[in-house]
């Protein structure tokens, strides 16, 4: 277990409202539990750049996973109008942000979302694990953007805040298309990373070890350029309370389309070049035989795999 | 439909597998299907990528260590931007095929279809499926407006399957200058040893989740499938937590495996990971959790403790082997 509690227990228990605080307890837990193993992972894993560093993440706000998600009848697309949260794939380059940028003078990390509504509470998040300050995209008209959409929006705030990295998740929770920073990359012209598991920097390139089918690559780009990192990469910390408290006046730049100067019609559903069809139920699977272990539970596997003949 | 292309990569041992499903589902779709590859020697595939049904091999050529995704979506977009191109581009959902599908994309200013599990001729164009709340839901999607649609396609979504045409016809496309786009560089690469099958492609595999409790335990995954001659695997959590790489990862993010026999050793079954496992021919779930979603998958499923289940079922493996 990575933390003494996993989220979804917590919900089991309808103690998630407790989450945060628990999280910090259990965090020191496990901290001394694991004093050794995971004191000495981590500093294997830290991240050394003294260079002076503006780093942005993009974030992603998204319906809670462990809620029950549904589409909408009309449209198709995802149901977003309850409570959003970060999603979980996003703290990890949160954390290789503040890695990358921690303990320099005049380095700063940016948060960079795009959400309806105004939405904040998953930035607050990210704010409260650190980062300076966040530039949030809302308009009404970006309901229902395609992922190209969503990075020519994104695309925009960042050529704003004129970051020497961008960090991304490999694919976010919800939607998983996966393609948005490599398009990001493209709309800012600049070199792109993508399955990044260990990055290293010096503040006028990134040295990233790339997940491969075989193993990984080495690889080296000049700066700026986009990185995404796969999970598990570093390990994200959690809040503190300090860091909630603080997290509440730290700046949140609420942008609309005609200050970033797009086109309304350009995005949005207004915009999307693709359209959802319609959605069936999937072929199901025929009901198999679910069985208590009386402690017999290893001796049914041996027969079952023996009666399909592969032992 | 007229035309379509696929993003045929190529390792050492020839073409991926996925490109040649890709190829073999392009074949049923379209009348001319032609390949895109890059690499020091992409005539010595074109026999293969000809096998299956490439009639024309683009060759963007050796990239001199740079990463593709720039360079091949630049060199895709000039041939596009001749007339020469098609009215469908189909990409193998990989490290690389993903980056090369986002750049043409943008270049293009055409969004893209991603987790693409099956493909239908509708009205003129493509009507695509994709996998939704953990492969209980499927949507049907469809591109609007001018211009080839761009896919990003599952791996065994589609069997590949040989037709016997002649070899492709190798063409050069070179990507021309991208400028600081294509600046990242390759300097190492690293293989990974592995033992025994590849997770994707072993008849057996053998994943682990969050109930194993803690990082060491995952040596009985291992040993269970060695003794099984299948691949371990992970769920997306214990991925997250860092006890095993990424690589091992079976999942909506991760690989998708369809093995004869799959059993799954304390993973409740997520969404998530239910996706990249629910076409197992076999599933055999052990899990504490009776209402696990898991066992509604599971052809035999054990509630119960893993670690008892599993110690035990190692041992009576060992015993016979």
Same mark, same amino acid.
């Given at each position: 277990?990575?933390?003494?509690?996993?989220?979804?227990?917590?919900?089991?228990?309808?103690?998630?409202?407790?989450?945060?605080?628990?999280?910090?307890?259990?965090?020191?837990?496990?901290?001394?539990?694991?004093?050794?193993?995971?004191?000495?992972?981590?500093?294997?894993?830290?991240?050394?750049?003294?260079?002076?560093?503006?780093?942005?993440?993009?974030?992603?706000?998204?319906?809670?996973?462990?809620?029950?998600?549904?589409?909408?009848?009309?449209?198709?697309?995802?149901?977003?109008?309850?409570?959003?949260?970060?999603?979980?794939?996003?703290?990890?380059?949160?954390?290789?942000?503040?890695?990358?940028?921690?303990?320099?003078?005049?380095?700063?990390?940016?948060?960079?979302?795009?959400?309806?509504?105004?939405?904040?509470?998953?930035?607050?998040?990210?704010?409260?694990?650190?980062?300076?300050?966040?530039?949030?995209?809302?308009?009404?008209?970006?309901?229902?953007?395609?992922?190209?959409?969503?990075?020519?929006?994104?695309?925009?705030?960042?050529?704003?805040? /004129?970051?020497?990295?961008?960090?991304?998740?490999?694919?976010?929770?919800?939607?998983?298309?996966?393609?948005?920073?490599?398009?990001?990359?493209?709309?800012?012209?600049?070199?792109?990373?993508?399955?990044?598991?260990?990055?290293?920097?010096?503040?006028?390139?990134?040295?990233?070890?790339?997940?491969?089918?075989?193993?990984?690559?080495?690889?080296?780009?000049?700066?700026?350029?986009?990185?995404?990192?796969?999970?598990?990469?570093?390990?994200?910390?959690?809040?503190?309370?300090?860091?909630?408290?603080?997290?509440?006046?730290?700046?949140?730049?609420?942008?609309?389309?005609?200050?970033?100067?797009?086109?309304?019609? /350009?995005?949005?559903?207004?915009?999307?070049?693709?359209?959802?069809?319609?959605?069936?139920?999937?072929?199901?699977?025929?009901?198999?035989?679910?069985?208590?272990?009386?402690?017999?539970?290893?001796?049914?596997?041996?027969?079952?795999?023996?009666?399909?003949?592969?032992? | 439909?007229?035309?379509?292309?696929?993003?045929?990569?190529? $390792?050492?041992?020839?073409?991926?597998?996925? #490109?040649?499903?890709?190829?073999?589902?392009?074949?049923?779709?379209?009348?001319?299907?032609?390949?895109?590859?890059?690499?020091?020697?992409?005539?010595?595939?074109?026999?293969?990528?000809?096998?299956?049904?490439?009639?024309?091999?683009?060759?963007?050529?050796?990239?001199?260590?740079?990463?593709?995704?720039?360079?091949?979506?630049?060199?895709? *977009?000039?041939?596009?931007?001749?007339?020469?191109?098609?009215?469908?581009?189909?990409?193998?959902?990989?490290?690389?095929?993903?980056?090369?599908?986002?750049?043409?994309?943008?270049?293009?200013? @055409?969004?893209?279809? $991603?987790?693409?599990?099956?493909? *239908?001729?509708?009205?003129?164009?493509?009507? #695509?499926?994709?996998?939704? !709340?953990?492969? $209980?839901?499927?949507?049907?999607?469809? !591109? $609007?407006?001018?211009?080839?649609?761009?896919?990003?396609?599952?791996?065994?979504? !589609?069997?590949?399957?040989?037709?016997?045409?002649?070899?492709?016809?190798?063409?050069?496309?070179?990507?021309?200058?991208?400028? &600081?786009?294509?600046?990242?560089?390759?300097? @190492?690469?690293?293989?990974?040893?592995?033992?025994?099958?590849?997770?994707?492609?072993?008849?057996?595999?053998?994943?682990?989740?969050?109930?194993?409790?803690?990082?060491?335990?995952?040596?009985?995954?291992?040993?269970? *499938?060695?003794?099984?001659?299948?691949?371990?695997?992970?769920?997306?959590?214990?991925?997250?937590?860092?006890?095993?790489?990424?690589?091992?990862?079976?999942?909506? #993010?991760?690989?998708?495996?369809?093995?004869?026999?799959?059993?799954?050793?304390?993973?409740?079954?997520?969404?998530?990971?239910?996706?990249?496992?629910?076409?197992?021919?076999?599933?055999?779930?052990?899990?504490?959790?009776?209402?696990?979603?898991? !066992?509604?998958?599971?052809?035999?499923?054990?509630?119960?403790?893993?670690? @008892?289940?599993? &110690?035990?079922?190692?041992?009576?493996?060992?015993?016979?082997?």
């Amino acid at each position: 277990m990575q933390g003494v509690m996993g989220d979804r227990h917590l919900r089991q228990l309808g103690l998630h409202r407790y989450a945060p605080a628990a999280k910090a307890l259990g965090r020191r837990l496990q901290l001394l539990r694991r004093a050794d193993e995971s004191a000495e992972w981590r500093r294997g894993h830290r991240i050394v750049n003294n260079a002076v560093m503006h780093v942005v993440v993009c974030v992603k706000q998204i319906p809670d996973p462990a809620a029950p998600a549904s589409l909408e009848p009309g449209t198709h697309t995802l149901d977003r109008s309850g409570k959003l949260i970060m999603d979980d794939s996003d703290s990890y380059g949160v954390e290789m942000a503040l890695q990358l940028a921690g303990g320099v003078e005049g380095s700063e990390v940016t948060l960079v979302s795009m959400a309806p509504g105004g939405e904040t509470s998953g930035l607050r998040t990210a704010l409260a694990m650190g980062a300076g300050r966040a530039i949030l995209v809302s308009d009404e008209a970006l309901a229902g953007s395609d992922a190209l959409s969503t990075a020519k929006v994104l695309a925009a705030a960042i050529r704003r805040a /004129a970051p020497d990295l961008v960090i991304a998740a490999t694919e976010s929770t919800d939607g998983y298309t996966g393609t948005l920073p490599v398009q990001l990359a493209e709309l800012l012209g600049i070199p792109s990373v993508t399955f990044a598991k260990r990055v290293s920097t010096d503040g006028t390139k990134v040295e990233v070890e790339r997940q491969t089918e075989a193993g990984y690559d080495d690889v080296e780009c000049p700066l700026p350029a986009v990185v995404t990192v796969t999970a598990g990469v570093v390990e994200p910390r959690y809040p503190s309370f300090k860091g909630i408290m603080a997290a509440k006046s730290k700046p949140i730049d609420v942008l609309s389309l005609a200050d970033l100067g797009i086109d309304a019609s /350009a995005v949005g559903a207004e915009g999307a070049r693709q359209e959802i069809v319609d959605v069936a139920d999937a072929e199901q699977r025929g009901a198999g035989e679910i069985v208590v272990d009386e402690g017999d539970g290893a001796q049914r596997i041996v027969a079952f795999l023996e009666q399909l003949k592969v032992i | 439909m007229k035309r379509i292309w696929v993003l045929a990569e190529v $390792t050492g041992q020839g073409p991926t597998a996925l #490109t040649l499903e890709l190829l073999t589902e392009a074949r049923s779709l379209a009348t001319t299907v032609e390949a895109v590859a890059w690499g020091a020697d992409t005539a010595s595939v074109a026999g293969t990528l000809g096998d299956y049904g490439a009639s024309r091999v683009y060759d963007v050529g050796d990239l001199a260590g740079a990463l593709p995704g720039p360079l091949v979506a630049a060199a895709m *977009a000039g041939l596009i931007g001749a007339g020469e191109g098609p009215e469908a581009v189909l990409f193998p959902a990989s490290y690389d095929g993903r980056d090369v599908a986002g750049r043409l994309s943008a270049r293009l200013d @055409r969004p893209v279809l $991603t987790n693409v599990t099956g493909l *239908a001729e509708h009205d003129g164009g493509l009507l #695509t499926e994709h996998p939704v !709340f953990g492969g $209980t839901q499927i949507v049907r999607a469809r !591109f $609007t407006g001018e211009g080839p649609g761009i896919y990003v396609v599952r791996a065994k979504s !589609f069997s590949a399957e040989p037709a016997g045409g002649s070899p492709a016809e190798v063409v050069a496309a070179p990507p021309g200058d991208v400028g &600081p786009t294509g600046a990242a560089r390759i300097v @190492r690469r690293h293989v990974e040893e592995a033992t025994g099958p590849k997770l994707d492609e072993a008849p057996i595999v053998v994943s682990g989740g969050r109930g194993l409790g803690a990082q060491e335990h995952y040596a009985l995954i291992e040993e269970l *499938a060695r003794l099984l001659h299948g691949a371990p695997g992970a769920s997306r959590a214990i991925v997250d937590a860092g006890w095993v790489p990424y690589s091992h990862q079976v999942g909506q #993010t991760g690989k998708t495996v369809k093995p004869t026999v799959y059993v799954a050793c304390g993973i409740s079954g997520a969404t998530q990971h239910l996706v990249g496992m629910k076409g197992s021919k076999h599933i055999v779930a052990i899990n504490k959790d009776r209402e696990a979603p898991i !066992f509604s998958v599971a052809d035999l499923g054990i509630v119960g403790d893993v670690h @008892r289940v599993l &110690p035990a079922l190692v041992e009576a493996l060992q015993k016979r082997s």
